[in-house]
């Protein structure tokens, strides 16, 4: 994230962020399917974003093995928060049956952390690469695969209700 586009792209990600949390700490029904339409949207961001950032390395550079290496083990990162954060949820069963929940003060602690993470592995990809767009590009499916596990485990938890 770098000059002009970088300043774009920080408020972008910190309204992204912000919204991601703002949802966590919600009180809402554990639905079967979840908030498909968000995850879908992170997802192809993530796919796409991540697809631009490494023909933005090759067009200049060659893409080594370093890069994709410290990619792939922040996308692991990403679920390992999830599952982290999934134990966080709040989860209970309210009125008429409806199975809800709410993050906590913890969830919101893991979610910062997670994005903090995930921005000095991004600055370390851009820095190996010499080109300062696939790390920070990946945020979004660094979200889409974070947000998806731990979603999956809070349905599983909330069906063994």
């Not at 029904?29 to 390395?57: K, M, N």
Request: proline letters at 2%; zero cysteines.
């Amino acid at each position: 994230m770098h000059g002009v586009n970088g300043g774009a792209a920080f408020v972008i990600l910190v309204v992204v962020v912000g919204l991601v949390i703002r949802q966590q700490l919600r009180t809402r029904p554990v639905r079967r399917i979840g908030s498909l339409v968000a995850l879908g949207a992170l997802g192809v961001l993530g796919v796409a974003g991540t697809a631009f950032g490494v023909l933005s390395v090759v067009k200049d550079h060659a893409l080594t093995a370093l890069p994709v290496i410290l990619l792939v083990v922040s996308l692991a990162v990403a679920a390992g928060f999830g599952v982290v954060r999934a134990r966080t949820v709040r989860i209970w069963r309210g009125p008429q049956g409806v199975v809800l929940r709410k993050g906590t003060v913890a969830t919101t602690g893991l979610w910062l952390a997670s994005v903090g993470v995930h921005l000095g592995l991004g600055l370390w990809i851009d820095h190996v690469t010499g080109v300062g767009v696939l790390g920070a590009v990946s945020l979004y499916a660094y979200l889409a695969i974070g947000l998806g596990t731990q979603n999956l485990l809070v349905r599983s938890r909330a069906a063994a209700l």
